[in-house]
């Protein structure tokens, strides 16, 4: 079976830095595209990043400069670093087999804010 399982979501301070880690198993990970999805309270699920099987990365306009995906093949392992974060980055994060529109992913981890 298919299982992705998040880590690293917690508290965070404006500005700071979180490091996301999602470990793949039940698929040939090297085969697909992997990719962080988020979805806040009350709002639709977004993409955040994706990382093609080439290492091409593609990120949303307003994580850009901020997030870096980054995948280690030997260990079915993708990262995801929030650095500079914001509040508006408040959500629960997903890892996805596959581009954003995947419904395949892991139960998700928690990025939010202290006061």
């Known amino acids: 079976d298919v299982q992705l399982v998040e880590s690293g979501g917690g508290l965070a301070q404006p500005g700071g830095s979180l490091r996301l880690s999602c470990a793949a198993s039940?698929?040939?990970?090297?085969?697909?595209?992997m990719s962080w999805v988020r979805q806040a309270e009350g709002q639709a699920i977004e993409g955040v990043a994706r990382?093609?099987?080439?290492?091409?990365?593609h990120y949303r306009d307003s994580v850009q400069g901020r997030f870096i995906i980054s995948r280690d093949n030997a260990n079915n392992t993708v990262d995801l670093h929030l650095n500079s974060l914001k509040t508006e980055d408040t959500a629960i994060y997903y890892c996805?087999?596959?581009?954003?529109?995947?419904?395949?992913r892991g139960q998700g981890t928690q990025v939010t804010f202290s006061s």
């Open positions: 039940g698929f040939t990970f090297t085969s697909w595209t």
């Open positions: 990382i093609t099987v080439d290492c091409d990365t």
């Open positions: 996805v087999r596959g581009s954003y529109g995947s419904a395949v």
